[in-house]
C-alpha cells in the first residue's frame, strides 16, 4: 500500500520536476502560466497532464499541434516515482523516510538543470538547505557535517563551481556521516567518465571538456541516502 501510494505521488511530483527543470534556470514562474506546448503555446489539457499514461496515450506528441513531446518527460516521471518507492522500500515510513524523500526529489531537477545549463540554481539549493535545518537536524544533528565539508570548496573553489559546493553542503545537512560514501561515489564515478573522455577525445582535447558534477553528486546523494549509513558502520567496523 504505501509502496503504491508512494509511486503514484512519485509519478506526480516528478511532472512538477519537470517544470521546475525547464523553468527555474529561465527565471520563469514555475506556477503560471499553466502547462502548455512550448511549440503552440496551447493550454494543456486536464486529461493529457496525467503523469506518464497522457504520453503514452497520446504517442508522444501534442494534441494540437503535433509537435513530439520529448520522452524525457516520462522517463523524469517514472524515474522519479521508481526513486521514491526505492527509499521507502529500504528506508520504511518513518519520518526520517519524508526527509530522504525530499533530498531525492530535489536531486532529480538538480541533475537535469547541471546537465542542461551546467548550473546548479541558488533558488534550488538554498531552500533546501533551509528544509533540512529546520526537519532534518532535530532528528540528525549529525548532519551539520554539510557545513564542515563546504568550507574547503569554498576556501579552494578552483576544484569545483560554487553550485556544486553549495550542493555538497546540502548533502551533508541530509546525510549526516553518510554523506563520507556519497562522496567517494560522486568523485569515483565523476573520475571514471573523465577518465573515458580523455581516453576517447585524447588528453588534452578531454581535459577542455567540460563535465557537470552535479549528477555525479546526485548519484552519490542516492546511495547516501540507501546505503549511507550502513557503509560508514560497515568500514568502521572493519577497521
Not at 502560466?33 to 503555446?41: D, L, V
Not at 513531446?69 to 516521471?77: K, L
Not at 563535465?211 to 552519490?220: E, I, K, Q
Request: hydrophobic residues 55%; proline residues 6%.
Amino acid at each position: 500500500m504505501a509502496l503504491g501510494i508512494t509511486a503514484l505521488g512519485g509519478l506526480i511530483l516528478g511532472s512538477f520536476m519537470n517544470v521546475v527543470a525547464h523553468r527555474l534556470p529561465r527565471h520563469e514562474s514555475l506556477v503560471t502560466p499553466g502547462s502548455h506546448c512550448t511549440a503552440c503555446g496551447h493550454a494543456v489539457r486536464p486529461w493529457d497532464n496525467i503523469p506518464l499514461l497522457s504520453w503514452l496515450l497520446l504517442r508522444g506528441r501534442c494534441r494540437d499541434c503535433g509537435t513530439r513531446i520529448p520522452w524525457r518527460y516520462p522517463a523524469v516521471e517514472l524515474a522519479t516515482a521508481l526513486l521514491g518507492v526505492a527509499v521507502v522500500a529500504v528506508r520504511g515510513t518513518g519520518a526520517e523516510t519524508w526527509i530522504a524523500l525530499v533530498f531525492v526529489a530535489l536531486l532529480v531537477p538538480v541533475t537535469l538543470i547541471d546537465l542542461d545549463h551546467r548550473i546548479i540554481p541558488n533558488r534550488l539549493t538554498a531552500p533546501a538547505a533551509i528544509l533540512a535545518l529546520v526537519l532534518g537536524t532535530a532528528l540528525d544533528p549529525g548532519g551539520r557535517a554539510g557545513a564542515v565539508l563546504l568550507l574547503p570548496s569554498l576556501l579552494h573553489p578552483s576544484g569545483m563551481g560554487m553550485g556544486d559546493a553549495k550542493l555538497v553542503g546540502v548533502l551533508g545537512l541530509y546525510l549526516g556521516r553518510g554523506v563520507a560514501p556519497a562522496f567517494v561515489v560522486a568523485f569515483a564515478v565523476g573520475t571514471a567518465i573523465g577518465l573515458a573522455i580523455m581516453l576517447r577525445k585524447g588528453l588534452a582535447a578531454g581535459r577542455k571538456t567540460a563535465v557537470p558534477f552535479g549528477p555525479f553528486l546526485a548519484l552519490g546523494g542516492l546511495v547516501g541516502v540507501l546505503a549511507g549509513d550502513e557503509l560508514v558502520q560497515a568500514y568502521l567496523d572493519t577497521f
